[in-house]
C-alpha cells in the first residue's frame, strides 16, 4: 500500500492530484485491454497458449510479438496494482 498525504492550503490541489493519477489508472487499464484484444486474438488464430507448441505453427514475428505483448502487459498489470492501492489523506 502506498499512502500519498496532500498538504496544501486550497482542495482543488489534492483533488487534481488525485484526478491525475486516477486517469493514469485509466490510461493503463486501457492499454491492458488494448494488449489482452491482442493477445486474444492471437491465440484464437493459433488455437493455444502453449509457447513450445507455436513454434513452427506461428510466424517468428507474430511470436516474438506476442510474447512481448504478454510480458507489457505483465508490467502495465503491475503498475496499475501500484496505482490503485494509493490512499489518499489530505492535510
Known amino acids: 500500500m502506498t499512502r500519498l498525504v496532500v498538504m496544501a492550503d486550497n482542495s482543488w490541489i489534492g483533488l487534481k492530484i488525485k ?4 486517469s493514469e489508472a485509466e490510461m493503463l487499464r486501457k492499454a491492458i ?3 489482452s484484444y491482442k493477445i486474444d486474438h492471437f491465440e484464437k488464430k493459433y488455437g493455444t497458449a502453449d509457447h513450445d507448441s507455436l ?3 506461428a510466424d517468428d514475428m507474430e ?4 510474447e512481448g ?5 505483465k508490467k502495465l ?3 496499475l496494482n501500484t496505482f490503485e492501492e ?3 489523506e489530505y492535510q
Do not use: P
Not at 511470436?63 to 506476442?66: D, I, P, R, Y
Open 19 to 22: 484526478s491525475l493519477i486516477f
Open 33 to 35: 485491454r488494448n494488449i
Open 55 to 57: 513454434y513452427g505453427k
Open 63 to 66: 511470436l516474438l510479438e506476442w
Open 69 to 73: 505483448e504478454i510480458e507489457t502487459i
Open 77 to 79: 498489470q503491475a503498475k
Open 86 to 88: 494509493i490512499v489518499f
